[in-house]
């Protein structure tokens, strides 16, 4: 089955514990990104990977850190985690190159509580 | 003033009704247009995706973009219970083949009662 998965699921940590989420998709998909979506302020980009090796910053990266040395994962980092950064969390891959009828595909979600 | 703005509600409309949905947005280099929906506990999935300004129907939902505006719109005929979710748009300037930032409203919160 074509998907997104999305580890864990949920997780609560303390204040500068270290943490990484992972993502991975079994679609062979070039481009792959992750939001975090807060009530009231919607789905905010944080990085983006167009390929492997390549990556960019969206809206909001300020306390994360991505890496895609595979195709198929891309982790996200926190490594000194922040009550603000508390949030959930979705991963998300499409193909590039074939046009907006080519979707993003969403995982379901890491809800991430930091206190 | 956020890149893209869309009324949160929450909706709540009797099964059968039309429902409109709509989003504002400032950048004048956004050219595509999306519609995700979002069903609780789950990650969004792409409803419909339009190019530049005009209209492309399919089924039961019709999407609308008037960039005169800055407007688009998401019209739901018909609608069921099952059509009850957290409705996202989305939008970039990017060309397809090269997307790279998206910009979502915050969502609509719609419910359709039996």
């Known amino acids: 089955e074509a998907q997104v998965t999305q580890n864990p699921r949920y997780l609560i940590t303390v204040t500068g514990k270290k943490l990484t989420v992972t993502c991975s998709q079994n679609?062979?998909?070039?481009?792959m990104s992750w939001y975090r979506q807060d009530p009231g302020l919607g789905l905010r980009q944080i990085y983006y990977?167009?390929?492997?090796?390549?990556?960019d910053k969206g809206d909001v990266p300020e306390g994360y850190k991505v890496s895609r040395k595979e195709k198929r994962n891309f982790p996200l980092i926190l490594e000194s985690p922040s009550p603000n950064q508390t949030s959930l969390y979705f991963c998300?891959?499409?193909?590039?190159?074939?046009?907006?009828?080519?979707?993003?595909?969403f995982g379901n979600g890491t809800r991430l509580t930091v206190t | 003033q956020k890149e893209v703005e869309q009324d949160p509600g929450p909706l709540s409309v009797p099964e059968g009704a039309i429902v409109s949905l709509n989003c504002t947005y400032s950048?004048?280099?956004?050219?595509?247009f999306m519609w995700y929906r979002q069903y609780s506990r789950k990650g969004p999935e792409l409803l419909m995706y339009?190019?530049?300004?005009g209209n492309k129907e399919d089924g039961r939902f019709t999407a609308q973009v008037d960039k005169s505006s800055k407007y688009i719109s998401l019209f739901i005929r018909d609608s069921q219970p099952s059509d009850s979710a957290t409705y996202l748009c989305?939008?970039?300037?990017?060309?397809?083949?090269?997307?790279?930032?998206?910009?979502f409203g915050r969502g609509t919160q719609l419910t359709v009662w039996p």
């Open positions: 989305a939008m970039s300037a990017n060309r397809g083949s090269t997307l790279g930032r998206l910009y």
């Open positions: 339009t190019y530049s300004s």
């Open positions: 679609m062979n998909h070039e481009y």
């Open positions: 950048n004048s280099a956004f050219q595509y």
């Open positions: 998300a891959s499409r193909l590039t190159g074939a046009g907006y009828n080519s979707p993003l595909h």
């Open positions: 990977s167009m390929n492997v090796e390549v990556t």
